[in-house]
T-cell receptor, first 115, second 112 residues
Framework: DTGVSQDPRHKITKRGQNVTFRCDPISEHNRLYWYRQTLGQGPEFLTYFQNEAQLEKSRLLSDRFSAERPKGSFSTLEIQRTEQGDSAMYLCASSLGWQGDNEQFFGPGTRLTVL | SQQGEEDPQALSIQEGENATMNCSYK?????LQWYRQNSGRGLVHLILIRSNEREKHSGRLRVTLDTSKKSSSLLITASRAADTASYFCATESRAAGNKLTFGGGTRVLVKP
């Protein structure tokens, strides 16, 4: 296992379309996080899972956004009725998430462009 | 909202020089982490310093943490052109759950 992977790496869509991104974490990691990063800014937290349970969601995550991690392994992030303001890099990270420090390992990201 | 604020926002140095960047944060933390991001790519974890630690080294990296001032610094010694990247500090705190709260980053350019 070489790390966190994300698919697709790039997505261009028209406003109003739905998009879905996938994240495969490091296999033994229990926690999985989604972040969003716009140009010139640091990543902002969206949501995270402990195994299959979604434990926290940011206020940034409007009702058009939904995330799942059905079997506690890979996760999907869906954006419905995309808007131009959704254009950003969507980053996924995973961590062991048991005791001690929570070092997070990031994937390469999915860059979304909404036209 | 972003807890950490990096200073400076941008830094340009010659290869071989040292690069220092600072991070300030607002609430008490469990740990502070530094990440590097090359243009358009994912984040690479550099170093984690716990709230009860004051200094940590990893290769050419030196990180300090002053919890009384709620600040941290990252020093890159003997910089190389390959160090050109954006550097972000991120804090983890019990009050904020298990997520990382990032600053806006310092963009470092190392000129050969």
């Amino acid at each position: 296992d070489t790390g966190v992977s994300q698919d697709p790496r790039h997505k261009i869509t028209k406003r109003g379309q739905n998009v879905t991104f996938r994240c495969d974490p490091i296999s033994e990691h229990n926690r999985l996080y989604w972040y969003r990063q716009t140009l010139g800014q640091g990543p902002e937290f969206l949501t995270y899972f402990q195994n299959e349970a979604q434990l926290e969601k940011s206020r940034l995550l409007s009702d058009r956004f939904s995330a799942e991690r059905p079997k506690g392994s890979f996760s999907t992030l869906e954006i419905q009725r995309t808007e131009q303001g959704d254009s950003a890099m969507y980053l996924c990270a995973s961590s062991l998430g048991w005791q001690g420090d929570n070092e997070q390992f990031f994937g390469p990201g999915t860059r979304l462009t909404v036209l | 909202s972003q807890q950490g604020e990096e200073d400076p926002q941008a830094l340009s140095i010659q290869e071989g020089e040292n690069a220092t960047m600072n991070c300030s944060y607002k609430t008490s933390i469990n740990n502070l982490q530094w990440y590097r991001q090359n243009s358009g790519r994912g984040l690479v974890h550099l170093i984690l310093i716990r709230s009860n630690e004051r200094e940590k080294h990893s290769g050419r990296l030196r990180v300090t943490l002053d919890t009384s001032k709620k600040s941290s610094s990252l020093l890159i010694t003997a910089s190389r052109a390959a160090d050109t990247a954006s550097y972000f500090c991120a804090t983890e705190s019990r009050a904020a759950g298990n997520k990382l709260t990032f600053g806006g980053g310092t963009r470092v350019l190392v000129k050969p």
